[in-house]
């Protein structure tokens, strides 16, 4: 079954940089194709960050631009959301989700991280 995994949510002062990482695993094939990272804010929904596609095109959120940047790679699986010149207003909890196709005839679906949580603070 396939599984998302985050890691290196944290505590940081505004001003200061977190890099968060994701990694897809757990079937023995994976065509992975959109990847992103979405965020919830307490009391509020969940928005989009930022996504990127298997090629490397690139969709930002307007809030995160000059600020935030994705990357991934396929060979490990790995989707990274760098973010600089952190702000109170990115606390949430940040989720990653991937579009996967685990058989070469099926159709993908999508799947989606436990989360890690983001603090920054003032």
């Known amino acids: 079954q396939v599984q998302l995994v985050e890691s290196g949510g944290g505590l940081v002062q505004a001003g200061g940089s977190l890099r968060l990482s994701c990694t897809a695993s757990?079937?023995?094939?994976?065509?992975?194709?959109?990847m992103g990272w979405y965020r919830q804010a307490p009391g509020k929904q969940r928005e989009l960050v930022a996504v990127?596609?298997?090629?490397?095109?690139?969709n930002y959120s307007d809030f995160v631009k000059g600020r935030f940047a994705i990357s991934r790679d396929n060979a490990q699986n790995t989707v990274v959301l760098q973010m600089n010149s952190l702000e109170p207003e990115d606390t949430a909890v940040y989720s990653c989700?991937?579009?996967?196709?685990?058989?070469?005839?099926?159709?993908?679906?999508?799947?989606w991280g436990r989360g890690t949580q983001v603090t920054v603070s003032s």
């Open positions: 757990g079937a023995i094939f994976m065509r992975i194709n959109t």
């Open positions: 989700a991937a579009n996967i196709a685990t058989t070469i005839l099926s159709a993908a679906n999508d799947y």
């Open positions: 990127i596609g298997r090629g490397g095109s690139t």
